[in-house]
C-alpha cells in the first residue's frame, strides 16, 4: 500500500470486541454503502487476531486494508499463545500496531520491546502504526513534548520510513474518556511530532503520516480531520459501531 495515495487514513481499533455479528454488521452495510465512501481514504480494520482472515474474505474493497493489534518477536517459536511477524503476514495483513498505550500499561511494553517489535514487523514487510502519546500526569506537568521526543526516539527503528510507518498521536487521557484535546492543541502537537520525526529521519518536508487518536467520535472528527497537520484517526470504541464509523469516514460530506 502506498500511503502518498490517500488523504486521510482511517484506523478501526477493535480492540479485545469483536464477533461474527459486527463483522456481518460491517459487510452488509459496506455492501450498500460503499460506493459512497471517498476512495482516497484507506480504511484500516483491526480485529482480534482470530477474525483476520475472516476479515480478509468478507471486506474486499480496494481502499479497505487490514491490521493486527500486536505481535510477538520471533525470537523462539516455542511460545504457545503468542502470533508471529510471519504468522501475521500470511494472514496477508497490512499493518500491525504497535506501542498502544493498553499493551505499554497492562502488559508492561517497554520502548526498547516496541522498536524491536517495529523492526521485526518492518523486516517482514508489514506497516507499523506506532502509538505514542502523554498520560494525564505527564500532561499536568506539561511533559507532552518531552514524552512525545522519547518515545519517537526510543520505540521507532531505523528501518522506519515515512513508506512503512504511520504514528498515531493519542493521549493516554484522552483513550475511552470522552475527553480530547482542543483542535489547537491537536495542530500544534501534530506539527511537532512531525518536525522531531524529519530531525530523527533527515528529512526535509514533511512526510510522515501522523494520526490523531482518543475519543473520536461522529461530533468531533470533522474538526479534527479537517486539520491539515492530522493525516487520520485511529478510533476505538467508536468503530464498534459501523454506522457511527461511517460518519466518521465520510467526515467530509456531513
Ligand atoms: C484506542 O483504543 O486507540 C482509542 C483511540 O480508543 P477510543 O477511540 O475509544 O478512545
Keep these: 500500500m502506498n500511503f502518498k495515495n490517500y488523504s ?3 484506523v478501526a481499533n477493535w480492540k479485545m470486541n469483536g464477533s461474527f455479528s459486527l463483522i456481518n454488521q460491517y459487510k452488509n452495510y459496506l455492501k450498500k454503502n460503499y460506493i459512497k465512501f471517498n476512495k482516497k481514504i484507506a480504511i484500516v480494520i483491526c480485529p482480534p487476531f482470530p477474525y483476520l482472515t475472516i476479515c480478509k ?9 487490514l491490521g493486527a493489534q500486536n505481535l510477538s518477536l520471533s525470537d523462539n517459536f516455542s511460545k504457545t499463545g503468542e502470533i508471529s511477524s510471519s504468522i501475521i503476514r500470511d494472514t496477508q495483513c497490512n499493518f500491525v500496531i504497535l506501542g498502544h498505550s493498553e ?3 497492562l502488559f508492561k511494553e517497554s520502548d526498547k520491546l516496541i522498536s524491536n517489535k517495529v523492526n521485526e514487523s518492518l523486516n517482514n514487510k508489514i506497516n507499523v502504526i506506532i502509538c505514542i502519546g502523554e498520560n494525564l500526569s505527564e500532561k499536568r506537568k506539561s511533559n507532552t513534548f518531552k514524552v512525545l521526543k522519547k518515545q519517537i526516539y526510543k520505540s521507532l527503528s531505523n528501518n522506519c520510513s515515512p513508506k512503512n510507518t504511520i504514528i498515531a498521536y493519542e493521549p493516554v487521557w484522552s483513550i475511552g474518556t470522552g475527553k480530547t484535546p482542543t483542535i489547537e492543541e491537536i495542530n500544534k502537537i501534530h506539527t511537532y511530532i512531525k518536525k522531531i520525526l524529519n530531525i530523527k529521519y533527515h528529512l526535509k518536508n514533511y512526510k510522515f503520516k501522523v494520526l490523531y487518536g482518543g475519543s473520536v467520535n461522529k461530533k468531533n472528527s470533522k474538526d479534527i480531520l479537517s486539520l491539515k497537520s492530522v493525516d487520520g484517526v485511529l478510533v476505538g470504541g467508536a468503530s464498534l459501531n459501523i454506522i457511527e464509523f461511517a460518519h466518521i469516514i465520510n467526515f467530509n460530506k456531513n
Design 57 to 65: 474474505n468478507k471486506f474486499k474493497y480496494k481502499n479497505i486494508f
Design 8 to 10: 486521510k487514513i482511517i
Design 103 to 105: 499493551r505499554r500499561n
